[in-house]
């Protein structure tokens, strides 16, 4: 398996922009994960989905950012319009659920990171 | 709700200095306990982890851990960094259940290590 993929793994975008970020999770894996991590706060949960359902939204920042999962192999978090302060490296993770026993072991991709000027 | 610990946020080591990283939890019932690591540029990557039986975990790379119940500790060890260990490393917790649960992650601990 190629892990999780995610794309781009850079942006940069001007202040007011929309942003969307892409991920696809391991095949098999229940659960999907959207992290933010920045040197001020560390890793971030912004949201978490459970067979494409979205189960926790409690992290997302405010109502700049939505985050959809279609499908089990493909999901976006949008932020519009765009902050500086949105700048970041966003990390997608996928965990198999009851296929790993509940292991809770999340697999992370290789991140986006984020540039608003 | 569960929390994570980590006391050291940068450590500096000198190459086969020995290593040990804080990482205390709070959470009143069973825990799954994890380190993951990320080295500079890249996603975070497990290193090990603890579900039950022994409380001594034996890691890749030659990392070990050793969860302490009575300190609700788990701390990290090894017993000579290398320069390659240069990395950010980061302690999860989730409560152990049948289903699933949220991991908690620590802030991270920033690990230099100079030749």
């Known amino acids: 398996d190629a892990g999780v993929i995610q794309s781009p793994r850079h942006e940069v975008t001007e202040m007011g922009q929309e942003v969307t970020l892409r991920c696809k999770p391991i095949s098999g894996h229940d659960y999907l994960f959207w992290y933010r991590q920045t040197m001020m706060r560390g890793l971030e949960l912004l949201i978490y989905f459970n067979n494409n359902v979205p189960i926790d939204d409690s992290g997302m920042p405010e109502d700049r950012f939505s985050a959809k999962m279609p499908n089990a192999s493909f999901s976006t978090l949008k932020i519009q319009p765009s902050e500086p302060r949105d700048s970041a490296v966003y990390f997608c993770?996928?965990?198999?659920?009851?296929?790993?026993?509940?292991?809770?072991?999340?697999?992370f991709g290789p991140g986006t990171r984020l540039t608003v000027l | 709700a569960q929390s994570v610990s980590q006391h050291n946020h940068h450590v500096i080591l000198s190459e086969a200095a020995s290593l040990e990283l804080g990482c205390n939890y709070s959470?009143?019932?069973?825990?799954?306990l994890f380190w993951y690591v990320q080295y500079p540029g890249q996603h975070l990557q497990l290193l090990l982890k603890?579900?039950?039986?022994?409380?001594l975990v034996k890691g890749i790379k030659g990392f070990e851990a050793e969860f302490i119940k009575s300190k609700f500790s788990f701390n990290l060890r090894k017993p000579s960094v290398q320069w390659s260990d240069t990395a950010e490393y980061f302690c999860?917790?989730?409560?152990?259940?049948?289903?699933?649960?949220?991991?908690?992650f620590g802030i991270g601990t920033k690990l230099q290590v100079i030749p």
């Open positions: 999860a917790v989730t409560p152990h259940s049948g289903g699933y649960q949220k991991v908690t």
């Open positions: 959470y009143g019932g069973t825990v799954n």
């Open positions: 993770a996928s965990s198999p659920g009851l296929a790993g026993g509940y292991s809770n072991e999340q697999f």
């Open positions: 603890y579900f039950s039986g022994d409380p």
